[in-house]
């Protein structure tokens, strides 16, 4: 099933290209749904109870005297994400059916594709295919920015393509060095994922923290991450809104699901050393670009700037190193897909009717569209973080890891975090922030009296409120913030392996020793006997 949820779309692609105009958005719309239909079955099939164990495997040598190979299998954490994926590709499917007049055979083909893209990253098993699929999202995304995006797209797309090419080839020599250091050892090369994973860890410390700067150095960009975030505002406000919804909901959880896999897998005693400097970014990201959105008169440039704010709570729960952080992190990645995933759209469909964004031109639209403005309102606050919605259970697990990284007892969840309280009270301002300008946004373009552009003109084709295919495609999403931020638990329970796994591996890597140093140059090593349960 795999292999299917990558052919699907690449067959399906092909064959819009060739196929008359007219049956390009029906191949499109019929394959991101079959797609959806066998995400549905793996989610059926798969072992909930084994869920840190890689299944539904499939490997193809590629180039067997180098050891590369097309190797699939997905544990829980990477089908949650493959979920998200195939859920928002019909979404953006069919909610471009209005929005793209022009090229529709291009810019079906191109989102098809991508979707195949995404699909091979979350699944990739080889480190050789994880950075081809990584590398060609770049493609797809270009041509949807350049294409079919606003005034300044040519800008947009150049600085994406430049900054996240670059990012990954540094990432790319970092992983190189770890198969190179692998064929030191084994005497032969390999990209397998898992056993470049344990030879990585039998580096050195030097060694490790170059592989984590060259490493963070790619997979920060596509984050993003402060302070090689200014691509993000730019390329969310020129694409296309299913290229926005495409961006915020999968393409930037690339950079936190690699620095989930890679980072915090094969460099362990790197991660425990340069936990705090990572975690510092990650808080001037929550702050310094809230503080930018309070300024943004461009709703979509606003809800782009706090993209980088709340993924910043999400790498901040990574290198908390604690169950609880890392937890809050993985659910981040799926409920900022949804909620942030749905804003695009909500302000798409403004735009496909006023043809502005600006809060200055536009406002009190609850006044003649309330079914629009009563999604606008409820995924404006699931973003904020609203108890009783999906952001709320994310954002707090975060900060809660901070709270406690480096605090407790030995175990899993345990010690070897070094963030703590003033982390975490930091971070939390970052809410408070959220909430000012993503309100007032809100109270700016959904109540008030109602203020249009005065060369303001009916839409040729779509009624003044929302229609029902537009009705259709934000139902799922909002069904999924309640779920998600009512019921967390499930979804939580399926991450718990997986979560552990990783956490008490970087307790490994600590090898349990308290470092102090004592006077006259004499270091003071405790040792944790786990057998005698004492120091020694």
Not at 29 to 42: D, E, F, K, R, Y
Not at 204 to 217: D, E, P, R, S
């Amino acid at each position: 099933m795999l292999q299917a949820l990558i052919v699907i779309p690449l067959l399906s692609a092909l064959a819009i290209a060739f196929a008359p105009k007219a049956n390009a958005r029906v191949i499109a719309t019929m394959s991101s749904v079959i797609c959806l239909a066998v995400g549905v079955l793996m989610a059926w099939q798969f072992r909930w109870g084994d869920s840190g164990e890689m299944q539904f495997g499939w490997s193809m040598d590629v180039l067997p005297e180098l050891g590369i190979s097309m190797s699939l299998g997905v544990d829980s954490i990477a089908l949650w994400l493959i979920e998200l994926t195939l859920l928002l590709a019909p979404i953006c499917v069919i909610g471009s059916f209005s929005a793209i007049k022009d090229n529709q055979k291009t810019y079906y083909a191109w989102l098809t594709a991508l979707q195949a893209a995404l699909i091979g990253v979350f699944a990739a098993r080889d480190l050789a295919f994880f950075y081809v699929s990584f590398e060609f999202t770049l493609i797809p995304m270009w041509v949807l920015i350049h294409l079919f995006g606003s005034t300044n797209r040519k800008k947009a797309a150049t600085k994406f393509f430049l900054f996240t090419f670059t990012g990954s080839v540094i990432a790319l020599a970092g992983l190189v060095y770890v198969a190179w250091f692998n064929a030191g050892m084994m005497g032969g090369w390999s990209f397998d994922i898992a056993e470049l994973q344990q030879a990585a860890r039998r580096m050195n410390g030097t060694q490790q923290g170059w592989v984590l700067l060259a490493m963070m150095a790619g997979f920060a960009v596509k984050v993003p991450l402060f302070p090689v975030h200014t691509w993000l505002p730019l390329a969310h406000t020129e694409a296309p809104t299913a290229g926005s919804v495409v961006l915020a909901g999968v393409l930037l959880k690339l950079g936190t699901y690699a620095i989930f896999r890679f980072v915090l897998a094969f460099v362990p005693d790197a991660v425990v050393a340069y936990a705090v400097p990572i975690a510092v970014l990650a808080i001037i990201g929550i702050i310094y670009t809230g503080l930018i959105c309070w300024v943004q008169r461009d709703v979509k440039k606003l809800v782009a700037y706090s993209s980088v704010s709340h993924l910043g709570f999400c790498v901040l729960g990574l290198f908390a190193i604690n169950s609880v952080g890392v937890s809050g992190s993985v659910m981040y990645m799926i409920n900022h897909g949804l909620s942030t995933g749905a804003l695009f759209l909500c302000i798409g469909m403004m735009y496909e009717r006023y043809h502005t964004r600006s809060m200055d031109e536009v406002g009190g639209l609850a006044n003649k569209m309330p079914v629009w403005a009563f999604f606008m309102v409820f995924f404006t606050l699931a973003s904020v973080g609203l108890p009783g919605l999906n952001g709320f259970v994310s954002e707090f697990l975060c900060l809660l890891g901070t709270f406690q990284s480096g605090a407790g007892s030995m175990g899993v969840g345990g010690t070897v975090g070094s963030l703590g309280p003033w982390f975490a009270a930091v971070a939390g301002t970052g809410m408070v922030i959220a909430a000012i300008y993503l309100l007032y946004m809100v109270g700016k373009i959904v109540f008030g009296e109602l203020r249009e552009p005065a060369d303001y003109h009916v839409h040729e084709t779509l009624p003044i409120d929302l229609n029902g295919r537009e009705i259709g495609v934000l139902v799922p999403l909002a069904i999924g913030c309640v779920v998600l931020g009512v019921l967390p638990t499930p979804v939580l329970r399926t991450i718990e392996q997986p979560v552990n796994q990783l956490v008490q591996t970087l307790e490994d890597a600590h090898d349990h020793m308290l470092v102090r140093g004592g006077e006259d140059g004499v270091v003071v090593v405790a040792v944790w006997d786990e057998s005698e349960g004492d120091v020694e």
